[in-house]
């Protein structure tokens, strides 16, 4: 089985354009729950344009599920992942700068490094995954940092999917059996949506677990909003 991990940083978005607390990112966490989510990831980023760091402490308290933070392993985000202790630490190699993540771990490269923080996370109790590109150089790296999962960046997939090319998850699957030969989890994300996770997950073997945010919420938006129209229209006759 594979589960379903809902990423609310644009719940938390759409919150800060206006200063208040709607929507209100701990009670949409509840209610993902609630509706079968699998888990509850969020995405801190430095400048805290979404999710805020007080939102991971607010979460902390009541996600029942599994609880996933993903960033880059800056000193900030080290000290909130050892403090909160969440099911799940999802490195990223993310610049300061960027509109979101674009790229994964050069794991060869930045072995030592990941090795290091992988070590003092697990130390601590922690579930760790690293974020990686499908390219199998970068999964055998990843099995020598010591990291319990990999995730699988799907962008280039989503990408070259919703263009017609349907070879593009050959990479995915090939890493994914490859990660599960040198015991690694495998996790998948970004760009993910309703319009490709059936084929991904038919064609990528050993997929435990996929976060999904940006489509999720566009989606619940879409489906939603032709009943809430309704609503409004019965309240104004
Ligand atoms: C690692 C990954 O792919 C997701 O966490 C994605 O980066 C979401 O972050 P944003 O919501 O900031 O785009
Ligand atoms: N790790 C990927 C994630 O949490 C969500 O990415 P996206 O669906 O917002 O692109």
């Not at 072995?111 to 601590?124: A, F, P, Q, V």
């Not at 940092?145 to 995730?151: F, K, N, P, S």
């Not at 435990?208 to 809430?228: F, K, T």
Request: aromatic fraction near 6%.
């Amino acid at each position: 089985m594979t589960k379903l991990s809902v990423n609310i940083n644009k719940i938390a978005t759409l919150r800060n354009a206006r200063g208040g607390n709607m929507p209100n990112v701990v009670q949409v966490a509840k209610d993902a729950e609630k509706f079968g989510a699998q888990g509850i990831t969020i995405h801190p980023r430095p400048d805290e344009r979404h999710i805020r760091y007080q939102d991971a402490h607010d979460l902390k308290q009541i996600v029942a599920t599994e609880y996933n933070i993903e960033g880059n392993p800056i000193d900030k985000f080290l000290e909130l992942v050892l403090e909160l202790k969440p099911t799940q630490a999802t490195l990223v190699p993310d610049a300061v700068d960027a509109i979101t993540s674009n790229a994964g771990w050069d794991t060869v490269k930045h072995e030592g490094y990941l090795k290091e923080i992988i070590s003092e996370l697990k130390r601590n109790g922690i579930r760790t995954s690293i974020f990686v590109d499908p390219s199998l150089e970068m999964i055998e790296g990843a099995a020598k940092t010591g990291a319990d999962r990999i995730e699988l960046y799907t962008e280039a997939f989503a990408h070259q999917y919703s263009l017609g090319n349907t070879t593009a998850v050959q990479p995915y699957a090939q890493c994914a059996t490859l990660a599960n030969k040198l015991g690694l989890g495998v996790n998948a994300g970004h760009d993910l949506s309703l319009h490709n996770i059936q084929f991904f997950k038919e064609n990528v073997p050993h997929l435990l677990e996929v976060s999904i945010g940006h489509a999720l919420i566009c989606e619940a938006i879409y489906q939603g909003l032709e009943q809430v129209i309704q609503h409004y229209l019965t309240k104004l006759k």
